[in-house]
């Protein structure tokens, strides 16, 4: 049997245990699942030159003027024929930009950006570790996803946030996240959000990771 090849450029959306599972799932679907840092300026144009892929899933990228992937890259990888996939961050934020180019896009994230509920790229940046791309700061677009899921009024909830924002992103460490929910918020809203932000729940509301995995899977079952 012929494997599907697949790129995926990702960083701190997903976790390395999320990867050893993805890799099984490709090996159990007939895929082969390269995985590469977050996307960068002419990386596209490097897989397009080797040729040999079937799909590029884009994860996470790098920011800033110099760095980031830019629309003329991608429209001239599109036009070549390679199919391109977005969600969860930079992805996302490409794939809202480029739907018209025909790349497509999957998940909460996107559909946030893409029906304008969220409009800053500033949402879904955060501060993490280089060596394993762990995540030090929470990214907005998690902490508006974590609201969304709690019993919490909807004023409430917009206080919550109003006070997340405020925060930089390099700034929004979890422990300073609590301390300043703690100082402006009422006790009951903050005994709602508090047991959320302990260690070992983040993952299960951490909405860019929950996207990346959504997208991982839906490229690797589109054959099966």
């Keep these: 049997m012929t494997r599907t090849s697949t790129i995926l450029f990702t960083g701190p959306s997903l976790r390395p245990a999320d990867l050893v599972d993805l890799r ?14 977050p996307v960068r300026r002419l990386d596209l144009v490097e897989v397009v030159n080797a040729g040999g892929i079937d799909r590029v899933l884009i994860l996470d990228g790098e920011f800033g003027q110099n760095l980031a992937v830019s ?19 930079m992805g996302a934020l490409r794939a809202v930009e480029c739907r018209t180019l025909g790349m497509m896009g999957i ?27 762990s995540p030090v700061t929470v990214p907005l677009a998690n902490v508006r996803w974590l609201l969304s899921r709690t019993e919490l009024s909807a004023e409430d909830a917009r206080r919550a946030l109003r006070v997340a924002h405020g925060l930089h992103f390099r700034d929004r460490r ?22 959320e932000l302990a260690e070992d729940r983040r993952d299960t509301w951490d909405r860019k990771r929950l996207d990346g995995l959504e997208a991982v899977r839906a490229v690797l079952g589109e054959e099966n």
Excluded at 71 to 87: D, F, H, M, N
Excluded at 174 to 195: D, G, I, N, T
Aim: net charge negative.
């Design 24 to 37: 099984a799932l490709a090996t159990r679907t007939g895929h082969h699942l390269d995985v590469r840092p």
């Design 71 to 89: 629309i003329t890259e991608i429209r001239s990888v599109l036009a070549s024929g390679q199919p391109l996939v977005g969600a969860s961050s």
């Design 107 to 133: 998940g909460w994230v996107y559909e946030q950006y893409l029906s304008g509920a969220i409009e800053s790229d500033g949402d879904v940046a955060l501060l993490y570790d280089p060596e394993d791309y």
């Design 174 to 195: 979890p422990s300073l996240l609590l301390r300043r929910w703690k100082e402006r918020l009422p006790a009951a809203v903050v005994e709602v959000l508090e047991p």
